[in-house]
């Protein structure tokens, strides 16, 4: 008979720990649940999952990081604050030649803030006693895990779906606001073909041609949200059951980090090419043209 009661995962007490006994404590053959468990249940579609729960304690101890590392901002800045500024100056050389000055100020705080929470979502699924603390029951003296206290955020669809169509939702706003109507129709829609070097008979044809690409990038800026989320999901949960299913062997743990770092970088980038690729027109012009205006008043002098 299998009893079902919770039960803590050995791999709290200590890494060592982690790292040897918590293979007893892993659904064996089984992997991880794809979707997450219940911890509360309010009726009419309101619910509480552990991987909601988690989100919200490790937003908030990062949040809390944050602000212990920075203090009392000052112009002689403390160790915490410089690390966090030397991160928010390296992640600003990253991302402004992408997304381009003009809508850099605006891209740039949400862009962050991705980067942070996805980066520290998908370590959190590392920390001992994630996945493995929680209700289960005891089958020929190993307890297996049926419904996890905690999980990894990114580790759910619909965590992964939610920061998707949080970052459309900006590429939204900003490109509309900082690149209009009118320029993001010429750039799905517009006839690229300079019309002084293209023979007659062949610009209108290249209209058209230039006209289908059009319809064809509407279809796939429709899907982002989708490809996004999907990406990063299938990332995590996928080294979620490896770990699981390999006793979180120290090789794959390991790699893990690695994975958890590239996944952070690959979302934020993604989301400040599709917003670069539209707003990010204009800076070669306007300088191209501040730089001719100049050299026409040093002739003019």
Request: aromatic share 14%.
């Amino acid at each position: 008979m299998s009893r079902t009661f919770f039960k803590l995962g050995t791999k709290s007490v200590s890494a060592l720990a982690f790292l040897t006994a918590t293979a007893a404590f892993a659904s064996e053959g089984e992997g991880v649940a794809p979707s997450a468990a219940k911890l509360a249940d309010f009726g009419g579609g309101w619910t509480i999952s552990n991987s909601m729960a988690t989100g919200w304690a490790v937003s908030a101890l990062l949040v809390f990081l944050v602000l212990w590392l920075v203090g009392k901002p000052s112009v002689l800045p403390s160790k915490g604050q410089a690390v966090v500024e030397a991160l928010i100056e390296a992640l600003r050389d990253l991302f402004e030649p992408i997304v381009g000055k003009k809508a850099f100020p605006a891209s740039f705080p949400i862009l962050v803030t991705l980067f942070l929470f996805i980066l520290f979502h998908n370590w959190m699924g590392l920390i001992p006693g994630v996945g493995t603390m929680g209700w289960g029951h005891e089958v020929d003296g190993q307890f297996h895990i049926t419904r996890a206290l905690i999980r990894p955020f990114n580790s759910d669809f619909n965590g992964t779906i939610a920061l998707a169509l949080i970052s459309f939702g900006a590429w939204l706003i900003i490109v509309f606001k900082y690149a209009g109507l009118k320029v993001i129709m010429w750039d799905l829609f517009g006839n690229k073909a300079d019309k002084n070097e293209t023979p007659g008979w062949l610009y209108p044809i290249l209209a058209l041609v230039f006209m289908i690409v059009g319809l064809i990038e509407v279809f796939s800026i429709g899907i982002r949200p989708f490809t996004l989320s999907v990406r990063l999901f299938g990332n995590v949960f996928g080294g979620e059951n490896l770990l699981h299913g390999t006793g979180f062997f120290f090789v794959f743990y390991f790699m893990e980090l690695l994975v958890g770092l590239i996944q952070a970088i690959v979302f934020t980038l993604l989301s400040s090419v599709y917003i670069g690729l539209i707003c990010n027109h204009g800076d070669d012009h306007d300088h191209d043209k501040d730089a001719a205006h100049g050299h026409a008043g040093e002739s003019h002098h």
